[in-house]
């Protein structure tokens, strides 16, 4: 149980599209803005858990074109986030650009091929109550949410401070772009990690 706890800390608090767009969307939209994106993604990773406990996930992915589309909507939203986020470091652009909340979240999550595979590692893996396997999948369900939401929180945290210190706008643009380039790595390496599966 604490080898499955420690995995989901390290695969969570890992940089993914899920806590870099949720931090930028707290620096970027404020605490409000960010909860309600927060309860988006939260319901979306809980979806996906159920789809990779029913073994849906597994039937699914295993078609390449599934995997491809779902890679493609990822980066496509991802790019579009990142977009969003670089443009958004002053106060005008608060009002001005479309605030992602809960139905952006819950999309990011359906899409993110990241939460595919943190969730089949997590609940493929791990065992550790042999008895009953539906006593281990409930364990499994509640430490992982509660690891989920407070890290979560954190990086939420985190990305409303900075907005919070208010820093000079050349500084906020910085980060801004900083957290947007970094969501942009993140797609590059998803498509490049598809593109070397293939060959």
Known sequence: ????????????????????????????????????????????????????????????????????????ASAAYLGSLAFRIAFSGSKIAFIHVPKPGFVAGLTLQLINPKAYAVN??????????????????????LIANFIWILLHLLWLYAGVKVNRLELPYRTQKNINFFMATCLLVVVMLSIWSMITRIT
């Open 1 to 72: 149980m604490i080898a499955f706890a420690l995995a989901v800390f390290l695969l969570i608090i890992s940089p993914g599209p899920g806590v870099l767009s949720l931090a930028g969307v707290g620096a970027a939209f404020g605490w409000r803005q960010g909860l309600s994106y927060l309860v988006g993604l939260f319901f979306g990773t809980n979806l996906v858990c159920f789809a990779v406990i029913s073994g849906l996930a597994t039937v699914m992915l295993a078609d390449p074109t599934i995997r491809t589309v779902l890679l493609v």
């Open 120 to 141: 089949t590692t997590l609940f493929s893996g791990f065992a550790f109550y042999p008895e009953s396997l539906v006593i281990e999948t409930a364990l499994k369900l």
